[in-house]
């Protein structure tokens, strides 16, 4: 089956045909993605990501011994973070990766902050010599975010345990990326800074707070505010787990409220189009009766944390909410990416910022929503926006 999506460079639209076919999908999950109940975990399946190989080519092992390792795990230790509430984050961490080489001049840098409950380990496939970001030519430093239970979470403090962890907005996660580049790994300035989906919200955050920081941007399925309707459904999900009797106040044994996880990532990653398209009725009622018992997916209480830190992105409230304002204080330049039918960050506020900016916009036009299917055709946008 092909796909056809419109483009919008600053204001001009032209059509195109898709570079590549799509594999057919069986049972509405292909052979070789992941399957993951989990709202934020199925962006996994949205990426189409494939498994981290184990065995690493001998032209790369030959090429860069830095390049094998530095993909680990690694931490980096904030101390006590200053929230924007006046509450503090004690003994702050944040997960971090890295790819490439850095150039002497540190101008080859690529930030990536994760999407809601991804983890830095899932953006790998997408970074390497040759790839979406090609580590042949730039230093990839890839950022769990707060809250997705590899950097300080609900689900992993020691001091601030479950519910006891403090709110957190989207400029606290944003300020302790800030902190993590320039006191623990000594960076100043980035190329570009690119992200999807909430990756893509701290993109937007980052270029009016730290506009100094990056020479490009590329917030992908993002938003630098939340349209009406997603602070509805984000909200919804917030009361499913909280309403749900296995939450017992954030104390639970057993991670509440994953069969309304499946239904709102069911409902809101795609279009009822290409859910209808790749589903079939006894798949379906089958998957709704075995997430009443799941335990899989993303910590609850960390969900929690991460959706009320997307609801309170709003980069245009130190502008008196005129997102005119806050684009002003942009200096980066701008590849805005976003999905015509997204149901999950509807792309208003994403193209008004970029009508706002002169930026360069993709409107992805597949009907696939959210986890959009024209993979191919973004990963050659954001490829030949960095080298730009």
């Known amino acids: 089956m092909w796909m056809?999506?419109?483009?919008?460079?600053?204001?001009?639209?032209?059509?195109?045909?898709?570079?590549?076919?799509?594999?057919?999908?069986?049972?509405?999950?292909?052979?070789?993605?992941?399957?993951?109940?989990?709202?934020?975990?199925?962006?996994v399946r949205?990426?189409?990501?494939?498994?981290?190989?184990?065995?690493?080519?001998?032209?790369?092992?030959?090429?860069?011994?830095?390049?094998?390792?530095?993909?680990?795990?690694?931490?980096g230790n904030l101390g006590d973070l200053q929230l924007q509430s006046g509450e503090v984050l004690h003994n702050c961490r944040l997960g971090y990766r890295t790819a490439g080489h850095v150039d002497a001049d540190q101008s080859?840098?690529?930030?990536?902050?994760?999407?809601?409950?991804?983890?830095?380990?899932?953006?790998?496939?997408n970074v390497g010599p040759g790839k979406m970001v090609d580590t042949s030519k730039y230093y990839v430093i890839l950022i769990d975010a707060l809250g997705n239970g590899v950097s300080s979470s609900p689900s992993n403090s020691a001091g601030e345990p479950r519910m006891h962890f403090p709110k957190i907005t989207m400029r606290d996660m944003v300020d302790s990326e800030y902190q993590l580049l320039t006191k623990v790994l000594h960076i100043n300035h980035a190329k570009a800074f690119l992200g999807i989906s909430m990756g893509g919200m701290q993109t937007f955050q980052w270029t009016v707070e730290y506009p100094d920081f990056m020479e490009k941007a590329i917030p992908i399925v993002g938003s630098p505010r939340p349209a009406p309707y997603d602070l509805v459904h984000w909200q919804a999900q917030i009361d499913a787990i909280k309403d749900n009797k296995d939450w017992q106040g954030g104390e639970?044994?057993?991670?509440?409220?994953?069969?309304?996880?499946?239904?709102?990532?069911?409902?809101?990653?795609?279009?009822?189009?290409?859910?209808?398209?790749?589903?079939?009725?006894?798949?379906?009622?089958?998957?709704?009766?075995?997430?009443?018992?799941?335990?899989?997916?993303?910590?609850?209480?960390?969900?929690?944390?991460?959706?009320?830190?997307?609801?309170?992105?709003?980069?245009?409230?130190?502008?008196?909410d005129s997102l005119e304002k806050a684009a002003a204080a942009v200096k980066a330049r701008l590849l805005v990416i976003v999905g015509k039918e997204d149901h999950t960050v509807t792309p208003s506020p994403a193209i008004e910022f970029a009508h706002?900016?002169?930026?360069?916009?993709?409107?992805?036009?597949?009907?696939?929503?959210?986890?959009?299917?024209?993979?191919?055709?973004?990963?050659?946008?954001v490829a030949d926006f960095l080298e730009k």
């Open 356 to 381: 706002a900016l002169g930026a360069q916009l993709l409107v992805i036009d597949d009907g696939c929503g959210h986890q959009y299917c024209d993979h191919a055709g973004v990963e050659k946008a």
């Open 108 to 125: 080859n840098i690529v930030v990536i902050p994760t999407w809601a409950g991804g983890k830095t380990e899932q953006w790998l496939p």
């Open 46 to 75: 949205m990426r189409r990501m494939k498994p981290v190989p184990m065995a690493v080519p001998l032209g790369v092992l030959l090429l860069s011994t830095t390049l094998v390792f530095a993909q680990e795990q690694q931490f």
């Open 252 to 320: 639970y044994t057993h991670n509440p409220a994953r069969d309304a996880e499946y239904e709102f990532g069911s409902i809101l990653l795609t279009t009822p189009q290409e859910f209808n398209k790749t589903h079939t009725r006894q798949q379906v009622l089958k998957e709704l009766a075995e997430a009443k018992t799941s335990n899989q997916g993303s910590d609850a209480n960390d969900k929690i944390r991460q959706v009320e830190a997307m609801m309170s992105l709003n980069v245009a409230e130190p502008y008196g």
């Open 4 to 43: 056809t999506s419109s483009q919008t460079w600053t204001g001009r639209s032209v059509s195109r045909q898709p570079s590549c076919k799509l594999p057919a999908r069986r049972s509405g999950v292909p052979p070789h993605v992941v399957k993951a109940r989990d709202f934020g975990q199925r962006f």
